[in-house]
T-cell receptor
Framework: EPEVTQTPSHQVTQMGQEVILRCVPI?????FYWYRQILGQKVEFLVS????????KSEIFDDQFSVERPDGSNFTLKIRSTKLEDSAMYFC????????????FGSGTRLTVV | GQQVMQIPQYQHVQEGEDFTTYCNSS?????IQWYKQRPGGHPVFLIQ?????EVKKQKRLTFQFGEAKKNSSLHITATQTTDVGTYFC???????????FGKGTRLSVIA
């Protein structure tokens, strides 16, 4: 079964440093998402991406965040200047089309900011 | 924005007992999805409900969508240790807007 691949699985970074989280969505999927989950809490929407641009973003997704699809396969989330409160699991998800399909999530990147 | 309330937050059951989690909305939903997240894992899509009063089954799991399309439930019959995890309901606030998750119900199964 096709998978969404995320790297790295775990990233430890110092406060103020930049991090890039990488995702390879399923190849024929067109809509891409980043969600985050602070330990033990709900899964929160960050941003959606379609046709090489952001289609929607939450209030969490402020100026320190950016997303990019640098080539035909990778989908990245950059956090420019990490804060302690950015520590969380970050999940990438993709779907082939909108209209109520189930999202396929990657296995996540655990970001720890120290 | 669209909010869904999910209860209970935690549920501990003995293996073999049944389990139910409920998801409630103040507004009518177009559809609702359910996901399972194993400890340390990622959300995995289980099912989508669309029709009023719809009931769907997956082995020991029964999913129901309320007649008014404002609530939904997931019922597990005779829980097993493999059922351990957090069960989330999730909805699309409107149109093509991204999925919004409930807070989830964490299920523990005691063998």
């Amino acid at each position: 079964e096709p998978e969404v691949t995320q790297t790295p699985s775990h990233q430890v970074t110092q406060m103020g440093q930049e991090v890039i989280l990488r995702c390879v969505p399923i190849s024929n999927h067109l809509y891409f998402y980043w969600y985050r989950q602070i330990l033990g809490q709900k899964v929160e929407f960050l941003v959606s991406f379609y046709n090489n641009e952001i289609s929607e973003k939450s209030e969490i997704f402020d100026d320190q965040f950016s997303v990019e699809r640098p080539d035909g396969s990778n989908f990245t989330l950059k956090i420019r200047s990490t804060k302690l409160e950015d520590s969380a699991m970050y999940f990438c998800a993709s779907i082939r089309s909108t209209g109520g399909y189930g999202y396929t999530f990657g296995s996540g990147t655990r970001l720890t900011v120290v | 924005g669209q909010q869904v309330m999910q209860i209970p937050q935690y549920q501990h059951v003995q293996e073999g007992e049944d389990f139910t989690t409920y998801c409630n909305s103040s507004t009518t939903l177009s559809n609702i999805q359910w996901y399972k997240q194993r400890p340390g894992g990622h959300p995995v899509f289980l099912i989508q409900l669309v029709k009023s009063g719809e009931v769907k089954k997956q082995k020991r799991l029964t999913f129901q969508f309320g007649e008014a399309k404002k609530n939904s439930s997931l019922h597990i019959t005779a829980t097993q240790t493999t059922d351990v995890g957090t069960y989330f309901c999730a909805v699309f606030p409107s149109g093509n807007t991204p999925l919004v998750f409930g807070k989830g119900t964490r299920l523990s199964v005691i063998a």
